[in-house]
């Protein structure tokens, strides 16, 4: 088990999630989008389900946690999902669920937050991380509570309320620091009360996009899901955050990326390009 006084960040993986294509690239044509991913014969592509893990000081911070494993198999058929891999992800680290003291939440979509829970030996569906304060801003929380029509099928209802019978969900109103280095930015515009992340650590600054910049292929800026809550806004959030990434030399971290999820923003020939790093 890590030490409280060890100091690290580290990119972990869920798995794999698979979406349609179109609905991930909005109005781009298929035509172009297929350039840069390729889909299978049910029009789906492959992203990653990426999660990033900060130990600062003697707090261990999550932020968003995948699918998690408690989907079931009609799911798992629909979005090509196997065996959640955050729990063995995180043992490869040296760190047990108990450890991690807070799990931040870009939003409430299952994908990003179904591995907060997990099913006890009852069946019953319990926090994941026992010790950890799960925090997510209060708009977020209400919307997923009441979702219209549109969005009611990407909430579920056991990766949430056993957060807030148990005693452990803190909801948040607006931009916060949540333990010293680790900031919410709330953004909306994904879907109400959605928050980037932004962490600090050593000489760096990375900013956990959630899902206002899923992916890398994203960073053009008319590239907009049509899950998107609203994409005008998305836009201009979008807009606005890579210019200051951009000007402040952030790293970025991207929660849908298939391959390489952190980099910096470049110029080429006057166009953001994409460099990516390792840890």
């Known amino acids: 088990m890590r030490k409280a006084e060890d100091t690290f960040l580290a990119v972990l993986s869920d798995g794999v999630i698979k979406l349609d294509g179109g609905s991930l690239f909005g109005q781009v044509p298929r035509v ?6 390729t889909p299978d014969r049910r029009n789906r592509v492959k992203l990653g389900l ?3 893990l900060v130990w600062n000081d003697r707090h261990c911070v999550l932020i968003d946690t995948g699918v998690g494993s408690k989907e079931p198999d009609h799911l798992k058929d629909r979005y090509g999902l196997g065996t959640s891999q955050l729990a063995r992800e995180l043992r490869a680290r040296g760190v047990a669920p108990a450890q991690v003291t807070a799990v931040v939440l870009t939003h409430l979509h299952f994908d990003h937050c179904g591995g907060c829970t997990r099913l006890n ?3 019953v569906p319990v926090p994941a991380f026992p010790n950890a304060t799960y925090y997510v801003q209060r708009a977020a929380w209400e919307e997923a509570l009441n979702p219209n029509e549109r969005s009611t099928a990407s909430y579920h209802a056991d990766d949430l309320m056993p957060l807030q019978k148990s005693g452990h969900l803190e909801l948040l109103d607006g931009d916060t620091e949540v333990v010293p280095g680790v900031q919410v930015r709330v953004t909306h515009a994904h879907t109400q009360g959605h928050q980037a992340v932004l962490v600090t650590y050593g000489g760096e ?3 956990a996009c959630g899902d206002l910049i899923p ?3 994203h960073l053009r800026l008319p590239y907009i899901a049509a899950y998107d809550r609203c994409p005008e806004e998305v836009l201009a959030q979008k807009r606005a955050l890579l210019e200051e990434a951009e000007r402040n030399g952030w790293l970025l971290f991207f929660s849908h990326a298939p391959e390489e999820c952190l ?3 470049d110029r080429r020939n006057g166009e953001r390009s994409f460099r990516p790093v390792a840890l």
């Open 32 to 37: 172009l989008w297929e350039q840069l991913l």
């Open 50 to 52: 990426n999660c990033l």
């Open 121 to 123: 030996r009852s069946g």
């Open 205 to 207: 600054r990375v900013l």
């Open 215 to 217: 992916t890398p292929f």
């Open 263 to 265: 980099g910096y923003v």
